[in-house]
């Protein structure tokens, strides 16, 4: 088995960087997690500490209120930590973490030894002597001092190997490992020897070497690792930027979310699921009176339906300079479709044209989900079941549509409700779809709302159902609305 065969397509975010910002990108990535992790650990252990010096000393001792400063302020960085740290500051941030460890464990001692009682300076000189003659050795409290010193150098220590670090920031924070706590014994103790030092300066040595050495291995595996990646997966990547690329051009072909035509208040959204998607959804204001929209769902996904799409939408502008009527306009879309693709390929659509003045609506649906409108008046939703065939199905449509043509009243405060299946299919993590029912469960629930209110609500409801599964068609709502005009 290769060494690198745990390579994942996450690395494709690192392709597009130099490999220095590559590298500095994966470690602010992992130090985000061990952060909040340490975080994590320190609450506890502070806030076991604070517990236990407050059964022993009270609460009204120094090292007490210290503990409990030091607990406030990492349980408060801690709630706060989503929202304050990111890959552009997590280098700030984990600095601070390291040198206030090192700040505050100092200080406590400090004040711990400050702050001692004759009672608790007799106690220690009893524990030491007691040591003394048990083991027969000699130690002082000096000594002892310097054991401490030494555990929390090497926790300090500890925590910088966790760390991903540069080399520079390695020699930086082993530097101030020992600069607070030496600078602290010559002003307060005014006392300090080297030899005193000693198992703290080997601590720190034996890991600096480590973390060092770790750092370049570390370094040097990413990297390697990345250019092997690269070698193999350039023309993917290549291929997967063009794609979202045509992504962004699709999208950009799409006229905006929302308009209003005198009365007639629009809001539309469409979210592809992959690259490339296979909904269109179009409006065109074609007389001070007549508005059309369009909507669609090309059968597949991908850069075959995203090339279809395109040549519908340059083909719907056109046809609507020649004709308005639904079912002409699709005669012709349906021709376009035939004579542009080889592969047999399907489109659903609905067209509409909106007649301000005569306060009704001309719908021809073309295979595609029953629209459904709203009344404004009783608030009741009527359900628009009537369709023709699905556009590229047979070479000539125009022997299969019949009386498929809907026309039916659209007065103020109506609304009308376009969707693809995307909508009704969106499938939660236990495979269960949205469905017909709870989509007009919805809309009944929320008929008052105006066409922005109810776009965004309804998304949110989909949203909701579905939570973080991944879904597996394009979804797109278009929604219109009558309006009240005051004067």
């Not at 079941?385 to 449509?397: F, P």
Request: charged content about 25%.
């Amino acid at each position: 088995m290769s060494k690198y065969t745990d390579l994942t397509y996450e690395f494709d975010k690192y392709l597009d960087l130099s490999k220095g910002d590559a590298y500095n990108l994966h470690r602010d990535e992992k130090n985000i997690v061990i952060l909040r992790r340490l975080s994590i650990v320190l609450v506890i252990v502070f806030g076991i500490t604070l517990i236990v010096s407050m059964a022993q000393k009270g609460i009204l001792h120094a090292a007490t209120f210290c503990y409990l400063i030091i607990f406030l302020a990492v349980f408060v960085f801690l709630i706060v930590y989503k929202k304050r740290v990111n890959l552009s500051n997590i280098r700030r941030y984990l600095f601070i973490a390291l040198v206030t460890i090192i700040i505050a464990r100092t200080s406590i001692e400090v004040i711990k030894k400050i702050s001692l009682t004759a009672d608790e300076r007799k106690a220690n000189v009893e524990k030491v002597e007691k040591v003394k003659k048990d083991f027969e050795i000699d130690i002082s409290e000096d000594q002892v001092d310097s054991e401490n010193a030494a555990s929390l150098v090497f926790f300090f220590c500890l925590m910088i190997v966790f760390f991903k670090l540069s080399r520079n920031e390695i020699v930086q924070l082993f530097t101030v490992a020992f600069g607070i706590p030496i600078i602290t014994e010559l002003l307060v103790y005014n006392n300090f020897s080297v030899w005193d030092k000693a198992a703290s300066l080997m601590i720190a040595l034996i890991f600096f070497v480590f973390a060092y050495s770790a750092e370049t291995k570390r370094k040097r595996k990413f990297l390697a690792q990345l250019d092997t990646y690269s070698r193999r997966h350039t023309e993917t990547h290549r291929m997967k930027k063009e794609l979202d690329y045509a992504r962004e051009i699709q999208l950009s072909m799409l006229p905006s979310g929302e308009a209003h035509f005198g009365d007639l208040e629009i809001a539309a959204t469409s979210v592809p699921t992959y690259e490339v998607g296979g909904d269109y959804f179009d409006y065109f204001k074609i007389s001070e009176n007549l508005i059309g929209v369009f909507i669609c769902d090309v059968s597949g996904h991908g850069v075959a339906s995203a090339l279809l799409l395109s040549g519908l939408r340059s083909c719907m502008h056109l046809i609507l300079e020649d004709t308005t009527n639904p079912k002409e306009v699709f005669i012709k879309l349906n021709r376009m479709i035939r004579k542009t693709q080889n592969k047999k390929m399907f489109v659903t659509a609905v067209f509409a044209l909106i007649d301000l003045e005569k306060n009704t609506c001309s719908l021809f649906n073309a295979g595609h989900l029953p629209p459904y409108k709203i009344s404004g008046d009783s608030k009741e939703l009527f359900k628009i079941k009537r369709h023709g065939i699905t556009l590229g199905a047979v070479d000539d449509i125009s022997q299969d549509m019949g009386d498929t043509e809907v026309i039916f009243e659209f007065k103020k405060n109506d609304k009308l409700v376009l969707y693809t299946d995307g909508v009704s299919e969106a499938m939660n993590s236990g495979k269960n779809e949205y469905g017909f029912e709870k989509l007009e469960s919805f809309l009944n629930s929320n008929a008052d709302k105006c066409p922005k209110e109810l776009l965004k609500s309804l998304l949110d409801d989909v949203g909701k159902f579905t939570s973080d599964t991944e879904q597996k068609d394009d979804m797109s709502i278009m929604i219109l609305g009558r309006k009240t005009v005051s004067n």
